[in-house]
């Protein structure tokens, strides 16, 4: 397994968790590929963690690859949204 994991914080909570969350925007989008696990929105007292799974590092960038233009799409309309981001790290699990 693959994750990628990264950091926000927001100061509007609840469209955040709208777009973030395991159902959201982002996750209906990674849904289109077959090799996406899930996402695991985690909340702390002043940020945000979001934990994107996949079956490996090669599946997670064969999407970005492929879906670049939608990836960006979306990027752009929840960048309002964030008051900073920062991609904490890339990682394989169950080793």
Same mark, same amino acid.
Not at 23 to 52: E, I, N, S
């Given at each position: 397994? $693959?994750?990628?994991?990264?950091?926000?914080? *927001?100061?509007?909570?609840?469209? $955040?968790? %709208?777009?973030? %969350?395991?159902?959201? *925007?982002?996750?209906? =989008?990674? %849904? /289109?590929?077959?090799?996406?696990?899930?996402?695991?929105? =985690?909340?702390?007292?002043?940020?945000?963690? /979001? =934990? +994107?799974?996949?079956?490996?590092?090669?599946?997670?960038?064969? $999407?970005? +690859?492929?879906?670049?233009?939608?990836?960006?799409?979306?990027?752009?309309?929840?960048?309002?949204?964030?008051?900073?981001?920062?991609?904490?790290?890339?990682? /394989?699990?169950?080793?």
């Amino acid at each position: 397994m $693959f994750v990628v994991i990264w950091r926000f914080t *927001t100061s509007d909570p609840m469209a $955040f968790e %709208r777009h973030y %969350r395991a159902d959201g *925007t982002w996750a209906q =989008l990674f %849904r /289109t590929d077959p090799h996406y696990v899930r996402t695991d929105l =985690l909340k702390a007292a002043d940020h945000y963690l /979001t =934990l +994107d799974w996949w079956t490996s590092r090669e599946a997670y960038e064969g $999407f970005r +690859d492929a879906n670049a233009e939608r990836y960006a799409e979306i990027d752009r309309a929840c960048e309002s949204l964030t008051a900073s981001e920062e991609k904490i790290g890339e990682y /394989t699990a169950g080793m």
